[in-house]
């Protein structure tokens, strides 16, 4: 039996209208239902709940739109994305109640978080093999690894003195150390944590040679830079100290150090050094102001080399209303690792203050290195010419060798907020060696710079200063000793605190300069903002001759501005208790605090 069909029998039937509006609203249901999703978390310090929140995809939907079905998902997520957001940080048993609810077209999710006790470490075991006991940099990474026992499991901070052992390893020369064994077990119901970590460090490395590639001098020449010996142990504080002297030789645009691992063999590493030379002579010059010179201009010319060698020459010009300099300097680098030179110069200056006027000429040879630390400058200096002190005219001719010490230590040279500076420096000439008198001259300048809270800073300063001298007057007023301006008792002008004479004609005594000195300065600076903050100050001293020592007292107030050219202080300050002055000085200083 057979049975046929027609073709309209086979075609199936149109759709209902009542179907097609409900497959409708099933398709496009998450969008017609779009809304958004606000969280409440709470039971967390503000640190892990900032991490918990990071952590929580709800949270991404406070701006954007949800559906209902998304929402009713993340939210089953939530606790899933807590607790392990929580987990590096050593809370390992976090648990979470909560609701979500409909507040008219969006939702709101509230998350109370209990996050337990922390895991705590109860056992570390590290090990490192080899000889490494007594190398500074791996014992104290070493002993300030963290979690210690007891303490919380971090997982950030596990990681960290993880990296910190690694790195002083490869820094005193293991290049090949590596970690064997790292592991970190948790026993959540204990709530305790165990931590095993074991290196595998392998031979220490020597420095074998050092290549030089790119630079504009021998071989021979760079030797000078290198701190170390072939054959000594790798040492990585050695290769930053390299590149710091290749820095501040100022031959060079870039300066790249780094051991060629690649050619490393029988335990010998070769450095690799990649130069570039700097612009060979540069040029400089721009306008400045201060109130001990008042407003001037600069410029000058620095030939980087003169030659292969590695000679250096600069010339210098000032141009200011109180103070005409003209200078050159002639350097030549000698061998060694300790910055050692030979410095020639000449310098002529003019100078018109309140006090003095005085016309110069100075001829200078000395020998500078780094010397236990210190700059260590060992030199003879010839001066020459004509001045005038409180109105009483004097010429001078004197040759004297002269030893200078400074060192300056700052965690920010730009801005410190720890450091401090020291210059020493003594002076002697003998009458009939080409010197009209017999002199000896001990001088010491210090400052001192440390950060008191997030924003401010206490400075404090002083100089001290003694001078022995056949005849006074042959004296020239850069050796005498005067206080008062911008970097010494602000309040006073420059030079215009000193011993005093009577002058015919004049019925108030004018300074002359003293033979000692003595200054100090306390001051507190707060900073408002990262660029901008004020001061308050005392200074007080006196410069003097024999016991007449007469305190001088000045204190103020000043504006800070940490500008694109260095910091700018603008001063006020007023002496206390002085006949010879009173009002108010402005004092302008820009530069470095060291």
């Known amino acids: 039996m057979t049975v046929s069909r027609s073709r309209e029998a086979n075609r199936p039937a149109p759709p209902r209208p009542a179907l097609l509006i409900a497959l409708a609203l099933s398709v496009f249901s998450p969008f017609a239902a779009a809304a958004r999703v606000g969280v409440q978390l709470d039971g967390l310090d503000d640190e892990l709940r900032a991490v918990a929140l990071g952590a929580l995809e709800l949270q991404q939907y406070t701006n954007r739109d949800v559906s209902r079905g998304q929402v ?3 939210y089953r997520r939530a606790e899933g994305q807590i607790q392990k957001a929580l987990e ?53 990474a070493r002993s300030a690894f963290s979690p210690q026992k007891g303490q919380r499991l971090d997982h950030a901070t596990y990681e960290r003195s993880k990296a910190a052992i690694h790195a002083a390893l490869f820094s005193v020369g293991y290049l090949d150390a590596q970690l064997a064994t790292h592991r970190v077990e948790v026993e959540r119901a204990a709530n305790t944590a165990k931590i095993a970590l074991e290196w595998k460090v392998g031979q220490r490395y020597r420095f074998a040679a050092t290549e030089f590639e790119g630079g504009q001098f021998p071989d021979d020449f760079m030797q000078r830079f290198i701190p170390w010996d072939v054959g000594d142990y790798y040492s990585q504080d050695k290769l930053l100290e390299l590149q710091q002297r290749l820095f501040d030789a100022n031959y060079f645009a870039i300066s790249q150090v780094q051991p060629d691992t690649d050619k490393a063999s029988d335990g010998k590493v070769p450095i690799a ?50 103070l005409k300099t003209l200078s050159t300097l002639y350097q030549v680098p000698l061998p060694g690792t300790d910055n050692h030179s030979l410095n020639f110069g000449i310098t002529y200056r003019d100078e018109n203050t309140d006090t003095s006027q005085s016309k110069t000429l100075r001829l200078a040879a000395n020998d500078s290195r780094i010397w236990h630390g210190w700059t260590r400058t060992i030199g003879l200096q010839f001066l020459t010419g004509d001045f005038k002190v409180a109105d009483i005219k004097g010429n001078t001719t004197l040759l004297y060798p002269e030893v200078v010490l400074t060192r300056k230590r700052a965690d920010d040279f730009n801005f410190p907020r720890k450091g401090w500076s020291l210059t020493l420096a003594a002076r002697a000439g003998q009458k009939g060696l080409l010197s009209d008198t017999s002199f000896a001259q001990v001088t010491a300048d210090a400052k001192w710079i440390h950060g008191l809270g997030e924003r401010g800073r206490f400075i404090a300063r002083g100089s001290v200063g003694y001078t022995q001298v056949d005849d006074f007057d042959k004296l020239p007023p850069e050796l005498r000793y005067f206080a008062g301006g911008d970097r010494s ?13 009577l002058v015919d004609g004049d019925p108030e005594p004018k300074v002359i300069g003293g033979k000692q000195l003595l200054v100090g300065s306390a001051e507190y600076e707060h900073y408002f903002s990262p660029k901008w903050g004020a001061a308050a100050f005392v200074d007080a001293g006196d410069a003097f001759s024999g016991r007449d020592f007469d305190l001088k007292i000045g204190a103020g107030l000043g504006l800070r501005w940490r500008s694109p050219v260095g910091l700018v202080r603008v001063d006020l300050g007023t002496p206390i208790g002085d006949k010879y002055a009173s009002g108010v000085e402005l004092h302008i200083v820009i530069g470095p605090d060291l």
Do not use: C, M
């Open 489 to 501: 008792i602000r309040g006073y002008s420059y030079q215009t605190v000193g011993p005093r004479v």
């Open 72 to 74: 009713r998902r993340l």
């Open 88 to 140: 590096p940080y050593g809370y390992y048993n976090v648990t979470l109640q909560g609701e979500l609810a409909e507040e008219g077209e969006n939702y709101r999710a509230t998350l109370h978080v209990k996050p337990g006790d922390p895991v705590k470490v109860i056992a570390v075991d590290l090990r490192i093999d080899g000889a490494t006991e007594g190398l500074r940099s791996v014992d104290a």
């Open 273 to 322: 050094v990649t130069l570039a030379p700097a612009k060979r002579t540069i040029y400089t010059g721009g306008v400045f102001v201060g109130t001990d010179t008042g407003v001037g201009v600069r410029g000058g010319i620095e030939r980087r080399w003169v030659n292969l060698h590695g000679h250096k020459l600069k010339f210098e010009t000032i141009l200011a209303q109180r």
